[in-house]
């Protein structure tokens, strides 16, 4: 089982940049598709961004379209988050997510549909 690992996260002011990243630990196998997810206190966890596995096409949620940027590193299994204009309602724990098959999409948007998670990493923005 591939275990990812996530960090970047912190205390920012509204306005502010962060940028997370997220790679898996020890031994791991091809990750095809990728993504962010997060999960404010009391609230559901939440698409953020997904990435193709040629990471040729991205999607984002409506809530964070022109501020996020999701990008990958094939030759690390990695995958990042670049997080501008920060609002206080990005405010959440962030998780990254990983699929272990390829798959007949470009990208994939519901959680059930990722096989490996990391720990999450809390952003917290401060106004």
């Known amino acids: 089982q591939v275990q990812l690992v996530e960090s970047g996260g912190g205390l920012v002011q509204t306005g502010g940049s962060l940028r997370l990243s997220c790679a898996p630990s020890?031994?791991?196998?091809?990750?095809?598709?990728m993504a962010w997810f997060r999960q404010a206190p009391g609230k559901e966890r939440q698409f953020v961004a997904a990435?193709?596995?040629?990471?040729?096409?991205?999607h984002y949620a409506d809530s964070v379209k022109g501020r996020f940027t999701i990008s990958r590193d094939d030759a690390k299994n990695s995958v990042y988050l670049q997080m501008n204009s920060l609002k206080a309602e990005d405010t959440a724990a962030y998780y990254c997510?990983?699929?272990?098959?390829?798959?007949?999409?470009?990208?994939?948007?519901?959680?059930?549909?990722?096989?490996?998670w990391g720990q999450g990493t809390q952003v917290t923005v401060s106004s």
């Open positions: 997510a990983g699929r272990s098959t390829l798959g007949g999409r470009y990208y994939y948007t519901g959680r059930y549909e990722y096989d490996y």
């Open positions: 020890g031994r791991s196998s091809n990750i095809y598709g």
């Open positions: 990435i193709s596995w040629s990471g040729a096409v991205t």
